[in-house]
């Protein structure tokens, strides 16, 4: 028999956040090259916790520009605990795929993100085993974030996370995650990752699908940290006649693109942590993320992404400072259009030079 945690009596809450600012300084603009970069608001965050009678709540709001989407909700759900090891979550919750709750160090995440493969959030229902040596997550979602309740109206672009948008809607996904930790205070995490979704196209009213498979490993020792995964998708879109269902439209930040509907995803992400005493200043980790889409279209150009940088721990202050690098990468110089979809075959590395410090509370 599962015997649920103690209920408190007096209900918790607590709130946090930060506000941060981004400089940054591109290899593809010209004009920004000129004045030396530009250095501006990146967003205002509030995160809220609560508890009361054994319910708890989890929820962050995102304030960015209007440019990038304005508020977005980047999670909110609800969760019960039925004891130290297992536990339920309902609402906006974070899709078990992959290596969490990042498969990155950076501030720009890897490539894995901008596909909607790392730290996703979708409408659904999730279920948690958390043991010593096996953990796994089990989840149901109903669709992505949804914003708009029409009978054809296509999913909002102003989200955190990345989904499939445009005239198909993801709906009805499963999510299967399996961990086997091992090694001393379980520093070794090896797992699979599944999910199998429909794809609701508006025009057709017909179902397609979606799915995806991973293998991934991390381990943290000696304060260095290594994440390393494979995976695979595929979209099968059950789009109108004569339209492509080579490619598909992803979207969040208030803007869509085109990302391939078969690919290969690899990724390796390494870092160390070292403490120091310099002032304020208590930790420097030093990261290398790399990520590279084998895409299967055979007319298709491969993308890339790598991001070298540190993160300062000063206080409540840290500090992002990368160098950025990508090919047929949709932020870092490419078209945006469809740099992850067909992409550029002569297509060539740009960088940006990025620092983003935030007060986090």
């Not at 990155?104 to 790392?118: A, D, I, K, R």
């Not at 979602?141 to 999913?155: D, P, R, V």
């Not at 259009?337 to 986090?360: L, P």
Request: hydrophobic content about 35%.
């Amino acid at each position: 028999m599962i015997a649920p945690l103690s209920a408190q009596e007096e209900p918790e809450i607590s709130v946090g956040g930060a506000l941060r600012y981004n400089y940054n300084l591109s290899s593809w603009k010209s004009g920004q090259k000129a004045r030396g970069g530009d250095f501006g608001y990146d967003i205002f965050r509030i995160n809220f916790n609560a508890k009361y009678k054994g319910i708890y709540l989890n929820a962050e709001y995102r304030l960015y520009s209007d440019a990038f989407g304005g508020g977005v909700m980047k999670q909110g759900w609800m969760g019960y605990k039925f004891n130290d090891l297992d536990e339920i979550q309902i609402g906006l919750t974070q899709v078990p795929f992959g290596i969490q709750q990042y498969n990155s160090h950076n501030w720009f995440f890897n490539l894995t993100y901008y596909v909607g493969l790392e730290d996703d959030h979708d409408m659904g229902v999730k279920y948690i085993h958390a043991g010593k040596k096996y953990e796994y997550h089990l989840a149901f979602f109903k669709g992505a974030e949804e914003l708009q309740f029409g009978s054809n109206t296509e999913s909002s672009t102003s989200r955190y996370s990345y989904d499939v948008v445009g005239r198909n809607k993801e709906i009805n996904q499963f999510n299967g995650k399996f961990v086997y930790k091992f090694g001393e205070k379980a520093a070794n995490r090896l797992g699979v990752s599944g999910q199998y979704g429909g794809l609701y196209n508006l025009d057709t009213k017909k179902t397609g699908n979606h799915y995806g498979l991973a293998a991934h490993y991390e381990i943290t020792q000696n304060r260095w940290n290594l994440k390393a995964q494979a995976l695979t998708a595929s979209h099968n879109p059950e789009n109108a006649e004569g339209e492509s269902r080579d490619a598909l439209a992803f979207g969040a930040y208030g803007a869509p693109y085109q990302v391939a509907a078969d690919f290969n995803l690899y990724s390796l992400a390494i870092s160390r942590n070292v403490p120091v005493n310099l002032g304020p200043i208590s930790n420097l980790e030093f990261y290398n993320d790399f990520g590279y889409m084998q895409k299967h279209h055979k007319n298709f150009t491969d993308s890339y992404m790598n991001v070298t940088g540190v993160l300062v721990t000063a206080g409540q202050v840290y500090t992002y400072i990368d160098y950025a690098a990508g090919y047929n990468h949709s932020w870092l110089g490419g078209d945006f259009v469809d740099d992850f979809a067909a992409g550029v075959s002569d297509a060539k590395w740009e960088a940006r030079f990025n620092i983003n410090i935030g007060y986090y509370f």
